[in-house]
């Protein structure tokens, strides 16, 4: 495991294929922040968590469940059962033994559920690894969802930010609300097309 | 009843008749959805090949091991198929590269890739001169990508080079016969990594089939 | 009756102009229009078949464990799609990729299946069904005709205007949000503008 595939996984999760703004993944509740940016960070804090969690555990039963048994075709019903039950028992856990840390983002995880930007880091977790057309490896499954959690985090702290500019300000009646909303998050996507160039250097030959 | 011994039976029974009826569904789907790569890529060979041709499979073989197929009309070897793989601007670009026995390019045919849509996606593009006016009324026409196209007739005795002032396409017969002489093919306008990706691997099968001769002879 | 309710799947109780559910898949995959026509065939599939799933087994489902319950069903419905397209229509999985199995996230189908199927007969959460999703595919195939026109000068593949060249912008992300925007926008106009005629 090269620090090269880690930065390449990393740089790729958070700008280069930011699961917001590229892959416009999870935008329920990135349309939907409020414009508290400690809201914000709350969110993207659990989002992160269930990510990290939702790829780790889906690579691990992906692997040694499914896989042997050729069943990827119950990838979709295994996934989605594990992260509704995962994230109600980690909140469980939370209230009893971490208050402070429940304080922080566990009031956000019911909401983070059934949004597809977990699903969908579950299934990328178990696909193939762009970079190097094979296999994520359970490390590079799990960087992938650490970072793939930051970028949604944040892309949410900058939509906060921008809602709580956009108080002071009139908007014009019929974009009021969702499409005020959406057009900042095109500007803003707008914006990290330019990373889409941030590759690293391919080797010689590439692969 | 105890409530939650109810609910944990019936979390059961529907998740149970959930997993039998996917079971059931994939075991008459499975044997569908494995022949779609094969046929994929069948069709490509015959593409590439042309009609008529007797196409044998082989496992791997030169450095790095590489998928290739022969092609044979009647008992002469005609040319063969390689199958590449590169790694393109967001991800592998697999395809099917035809070499003639003679070092030329019979065609290329782009299998799978990940490219941006308008920038590296653009090698699927094909120019097509129906438009929804007149497009009931014209033919249907099969039309081939043009990126790929202009690979036909290059030699792989010689390196491949990418060169052009602008795309193939809007280029005059003069510059494109200019292109061929120097074996070069005109990139994808903003599409600079995804066109080497593709000479990269040309290249890779032009080493394949330089081993192959090589054992031949 | 039937007219009632496709009006009211249509414009009334629109999912993604009216509810506001689904919208990941909106601006995921309206980039040309056969992606669009794929996926809301495929939504109504699901859709339908859910709401019927549910409105058969609702008075077997305890209330403490409906929603995994659901969960369940949309997915098994969601695969089941997801392996018909991959063996019957290739190419559309393939430009679809992984939104398909996001299907089974999709607000929408939950909304529905909790909102309607699980409290009424077969037959009206089966129109209910194909009502939501029929207003939802359309959404989609009109967001994206404006993409593909104006994003690739194309519309089904078929050439719009000979010499125009496109503006690659709308078919990216950035695209996607500034034409729901857009939609949304004026969908709004005609709210607001309705509302101050009524007084």
């Avoid at chain 1, 390449?8 to 990135?30: D, E, H, K, Y």
């Avoid at chain 2, 016969?177 to 093919?185: F, H, T």
């Avoid at chain 3, 078919?171 to 004026?186: D, Q």
């Amino acid at each position: 495991m090269n620090t090269a595939s880690m930065i390449q996984i990393s740089l790729g999760a958070v700008l280069i294929n930011n699961f917001v703004l590229t892959r416009m993944l999870g935008l329920c509740p990135f349309l939907n922040v409020s414009n508290k940016i400690s809201n914000a960070t709350g969110l993207g804090m659990a989002v992160t968590f269930v990510m990290t969690m939702a790829s780790a555990v889906a690579w691990i039963v992906d692997s040694t469940v499914l896989a042997p048994h050729n069943a990827a075709y119950l990838r979709i019903v295994v996934f989605i059962l594990i992260i509704a039950s995962l994230t109600q028992l980690v909140e469980m856990a939370l209230q009893k033994y971490s208050p402070a840390l429940f304080e922080s983002f566990g009031k956000y995880l019911p909401l983070v559920t059934t949004n597809c930007a977990v699903l969908a880091a579950a299934l990328i977790a178990t696909m193939e690894n762009p970079y190097t057309g094979r296999p994520f490896t359970f490390l590079e499954a799990f960087i992938n969802g650490v970072m793939s959690g930051a970028g949604f985090t944040l892309v949410l702290i900058l939509m906060a930010g921008i809602k709580g500019k956009l108080e002071c300000v009139n908007v014009w009646k019929p974009l009021e609300g969702l499409p005020i909303a959406l057009i900042t998050a095109g500007l803003i996507a707008l914006a990290f097309l330019g990373f889409s160039g941030l590759h690293p250097p391919i080797a010689a030959g590439g692969f | 009843m105890n409530d939650t011994f109810k609910a944990v039976l019936t979390l059961t029974a529907v998740t149970a008749a959930a997993g039998f009826v996917i079971a059931f569904y994939h075991s008459s789907a499975a044997k569908l959805i494995a022949s779609q790569t094969l046929r994929h890529e069948r069709s490509a060979l015959d593409q590439v090949f042309g009609p008529g041709v007797r196409i044998i499979d082989t496992s791997g073989s030169g450095s790095p091991p590489i998928h290739f197929w022969i092609g044979k009309k009647d008992t002469a070897v005609i040319g063969y198929a390689f199958l590449i793989e590169t790694a393109g601007y967001s991800g592998p670009i697999r395809a099917v590269a035809g070499i003639d026995t003679g070092g030329t390019i019979m065609g290329l045919v782009i299998l799978s890739h990940n490219e941006t849509p308008a920038v590296g996606g653009r090698m699927d593009e094909r120019i097509s001169k129906r438009t929804i006016w007149n497009g009931f009324i014209t033919r249907a026409e099969t039309l081939r990508p043009w990126f790929t196209e202009q690979f036909k007739g290059l030699s792989v005795n010689k390196p491949l080079s990418v060169g052009a002032v602008s795309e193939w396409p809007c280029l005059s017969d003069a510059e494109k016969k200019e292109l061929i002489d120097k074996n070069a093919i005109s990139a994808i306008s903003g599409a600079t990594v995804s066109s080497r990706a593709i000479v990269r691997g040309i290249g890779k099968a032009a080493n394949c089939f330089a081993a192959l001769r090589g054992a031949r002879q | 009756m039937i007219r009632d309710e496709l009006k009211r799947g249509i414009m009334v109780q629109n999912p993604i102009f009216g509810l506001a559910l689904g919208l990941c898949p909106a601006l995921a995959i309206t980039t040309t229009a056969f992606n669009a026509l794929g996926m809301g065939i495929a939504v109504i599939f699901v859709l339908t078949c859910s709401n019927v799933t549910v409105s058969l087994i609702r008075r077997w489902i305890p209330e403490k464990v409906r929603i995994p319950c659901y969960i369940t069903i949309i997915a098994t419905f969601v695969t089941i799609a997801d392996l018909f397209m991959k063996a019957y229509a290739p190419f559309l999985s393939s430009q679809l990729g992984i939104y398909v199995p996001l299907i089974a996230a999709n607000c929408l189908i939950l909304a529905r299946a909790e909102a309607y199927a699980s409290k009424s007969n077969l037959v009206r959460a089966a129109v209910d069904g194909i009502v939501m999703g029929f207003g939802f595919s359309l959404s989609l195939v009109l967001i994206s005709a404006v993409r593909e026109i104006l994003g690739y000068n194309k519309l089904f593949g078929v050439t719009v205007i000979t010499g125009f060249h496109p503006m690659v912008l709308f078919v990216m992300p950035a695209g996607g949000f500034f034409v729901v925007a857009a939609f949304f926008g004026i969908v709004n106009y005609r709210r607001i503008k309705k509302a101050r005629g009524n007084p």
